[in-house]
């Protein structure tokens, strides 16, 4: 795809997170990343996009997701390119086993290659946090919402599946809580970003989600949910998971909020919502830099 082409749609001018196109050996590998997780020195982070991949139809072009039906020969390839693109290691790569908990486990040097090339041995893990260097914490997405955190004076790092399971059973709060327990972490520390997921305008609820969210922020109702009559509503999941993190003591100025929409960009990105479940998984990825 030409660079011209390449053009999300955003609500405000300015778009976040922003595009590189890393280029070498004639190959091309969009993908988007902050400024904020950048500007640490500590990481090396991206969120993937659909374009830079090898496989087709559906999937097109690069799918993430070993389950979906994909052929796993072309989703290796798609891995092995993001490793490149960021100058990490294939071998490298931990996965969560994402089912909508608020768990978030601990990994190390032990776990390297789980989910890629080496079985899991653990299940129903959302949230991954770490100390180890050049490892590399994986999670998938097709509208949910990826939070990013880095912990510059632990040298700590936690990557986490929010949903609107997750985001209402505050999956912010329960990393920065797992990091504290194992890293001890402080809020004051760690810099954040919300990744590209669904927005307000395309997330459309039932009542009784709506219901759980009322009972959770009430103080905060009329900024996240949106009453569209006949039962439904529509749900600000990049508001309401800025609240968790603020209420949980990340400082505004250490959080990056995105204002990309998967559904709004589904040409560019991976939206169950937009493709009504026929669609691959796009991947945020983070990982402390070996010195
Ligand atoms: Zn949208």
């Not at 990309?260 to 991947?283: D, M, P, V, W, Y």
């Amino acid at each position: 795809m030409e660079e011209s082409a390449i053009k999300f749609k955003t609500a405000s001018k300015e778009q976040m997170p922003l595009l590189r196109q890393d280029e070498s050996e004639g190959r091309i590998f969009p993908y988007l990343y902050y400024p904020l997780l950048e500007k640490t020195g500590m990481v090396k982070h991206c969120f993937t996009t659909r374009m830079g991949g090898v496989s087709k139809g559906i999937f097109e072009s690069l799918n993430l997701s070993f389950t979906r039906g994909d052929e796993r020969a072309a989703v290796e390839e798609n891995f092995r390119r993001v490793s490149w693109a960021l100058g990490i290691e294939y071998k490298n790569f931990v996965f969560t086993d994402q089912t909508h908990t608020t768990n978030v486990r601990r990994v190390g040097r032990e776990d390297a290659g789980k989910g890629l090339i080496r079985e899991r041995g653990y299940t129903d893990v959302d949230g991954l946090i770490t100390d180890e260097p050049g490892l590399i914490l994986s999670t998938f997405y097709a509208d949910c919402v990826p939070l990013y955190f880095v912990d510059t004076k632990h040298r700590a790092i936690g990557l986490s599946h929010s949903g609107w399971r997750g985001t209402v059973g505050r999956m912010g709060e329960a990393t920065l809580r797992a990091m504290q327990r194992e890293f001890q972490t402080e809020p004051k520390d760690v810099v954040c970003a919300i990744g590209p997921s669904i927005c307000q305008n395309c997330y459309e609820i039932s009542e009784d989600v709506a219901m759980e969210f009322q009972k959770e922020f009430p103080q905060y109702i009329n900024e996240i949910l949106l009453e569209k009559g006949q039962g439904k509503y529509q749900l600000d999941l990049w508001r309401t998971n800025e609240i968790v993190l603020l209420e949980a003591g990340i400082m505004q100025e250490h959080l990056s909020v995105t204002n990309i929409c998967t559904c709004c960009n589904e040409k560019l990105l991976f939206s169950h919502r937009a493709s009504q479940g026929r669609r691959g998984n796009l991947g945020a990825f983070l990982c402390i830099k070996e010195v």
